[in-house]
C-alpha cells in the first residue's frame, strides 16, 4: 500500500490498471489505518486495508484492550481504525459515489475487522451526511482471516450481519484464536506432551512428515473453568464464514459452511495458512481454477466461482460446494 506502484505490482494489470486506483493512503504507524480505493470491472468502488504486521501482530490484536458496542465489546483497534478511515474516506466517497455504487470494503487479518465495523460506521454516516450518496443495501464486505474481534455478532446491525463474508483459509489460527479458543488449545498441548512419543516422532508431527497411528488429540475443551477467562472477551465474527477448502492436489476445491471456529485447530500448516499470499493461492485453487488460467486472468474466474459459491451456500439445508 506504499505507492500506487506497490499496489499495481502486487496485484498485476489483470486486476486493476492505474486509472482504476482513485486513492493510495499509507503510512508507518501500523496502528493507523492504510487503505486504498479503486474501481473494478463492473463499476463498484473497492475500499482495501492493510492487515496486521505479521503472525504476531495478528495473535496479539485478539487480546488487546476492548470497548463497550451496543451492550457488547468490540476490539479497540479494528475500531479505532474504523473511525479513522470515516474520517478519510467519506470525502472520496462523496466524490465518487453515488445511491447506485456499489460499495465493497475488505482486509485481511486485523483489515478484515476494521473492514466489518467501516461498513457498518459508513451506513450511519451516510444516513446523517445528505452529500454522503452511498447506499447500505449496496454495500458488502469481505473479511479474509480476521481475529474475533466482537463479543457477541448480534450486537452488529442485520445489515452487516446480512451483507458480511468471514472467509477463512483452511486451518488458519488467527480467525479462531480467541481467550477460551486459547485455553483450549494449551490443554491441548499438555495433553499430547504427555503421550509417549519420541524425539523423532514430535518433530515428524511438527513438521507435517507424518502422521500419528496413534489419535491425537486436536481438541481438548471438556472441564474447561469459563470463570478464569476474560468476562465478554471478544470471541465472535460477523456475517456468514466461508471455510476454504482447496484440495491437496491443486485442481479442485470448495467452500464450506462448517469452519470450526470453537477451536484452534492443531496443523502444521495453522500459521502459514494465515499469510494473505496463501489466502491467494487458496481462493485460485478452492474455485478451481489453474495456475495457467489464473495467470491470464485471474479475477474473473475467482470471482465468478466465489459469487456461485456464496449463492449455493444461501440456499436453505446447503452446506458445502465443491468446484471440479
Not at 460499495?103 to 483489515?111: A, R
Not at 457477541?152 to 488467527?174: H, K, M, W
Amino acid at each position: 500500500f506504499s505507492s500506487t506502484a506497490a499496489i499495481l505490482h502486487r496485484l498485476g494489470d489483470a486486476i486493476v490498471q492505474a486509472d482504476d486506483l482513485l486513492h493510495v493512503h499509507w503510512t508507518e504507524d501500523i496502528t493507523s489505518p492504510s487503505f486504498f480505493i479503486a474501481r473494478d470491472e463492473v463499476d463498484a468502488l473497492v475500499i482495501a486495508i492493510r492487515g496486521s504486521d505479521g503472525l504476531a501482530d495478528s495473535f496479539s490484536s485478539t487480546f488487546r484492550e476492548a470497548e463497550p458496542y451496543h451492550g457488547a465489546q468490540v476490539l479497540k483497534r479494528p475500531m479505532r481504525c474504523a473511525q479513522q478511515l470515516i474520517k478519510l474516506a467519506v470525502p472520496l466517497l462523496r466524490k465518487h459515489a453515488d445511491a447506485d455504487t456499489p460499495v465493497v470494503v475488505t482486509g485481511h487479518s486485523i483489515g478484515g475487522a476494521a473492514a466489518v465495523l467501516f461498513m457498518t460506521l459508513l451506513a450511519g454516516e451516510a444516513s446523517r451526511d445528505p452529500k454522503l450518496l452511498v447506499s447500505k443495501e449496496m454495500m458488502t464486505c469481505y473479511a479474509y482471516g480476521p481475529p474475533p474481534f466482537i463479543s457477541a455478532a448480534g450486537a452488529l446491525p442485520d445489515f452487516t450481519r446480512e451483507q458480511t463474508y468471514t472467509i477463512i483459509n483452511r486451518y488458519d489460527a488467527v480467525p479462531r484464536f480467541s481467550a477460551e479458543n486459547a485455553a483450549k488449545l494449551v490443554r491441548t498441548v499438555l495433553s499430547v506432551d504427555r503421550m509417549s512419543l519420541t524425539v523423532k516422532e514430535r518433530l515428524d508431527v511438527v513438521s507435517g512428515a507424518s502422521r500419528l497411528k496413534r489419535q491425537a488429540p486436536d481438541y481438548v475443551g471438556a472441564g474447561l473453568d469459563k470463570a478464569v477467562l476474560p468476562a465478554h472477551a471478544p470471541a465472535c465474527h460477523a456475517g456468514m464464514q466461508v471455510l476454504m477448502c482447496p484440495s491437496a492436489n491443486g485442481k479442485g476445491g470448495g467452500f464450506s459452511l462448517k469452519s470450526q471456529l470453537n477451536r484452534v485447530l492443531v496443523h502444521p500448516s495453522m500459521l502459514n495458512d494465515h499469510s494473505d499470499k496463501v489466502y491467494v493461492e487458496s481462493a485460485e485453487r478452492a474455485c478451481g481454477v489453474a495456475r495457467g488460467m489464473a495467470r491470464r486472468d485471474p479475477c474473473a474466474p475467482i470471482v465468478a466461482s466465489f459469487s456461485k459459491c456464496i449463492a449455493a451456500l444461501q440456499q436453505p439445508q446447503k452446506q458445502q460446494v465443491r468446484f471440479a
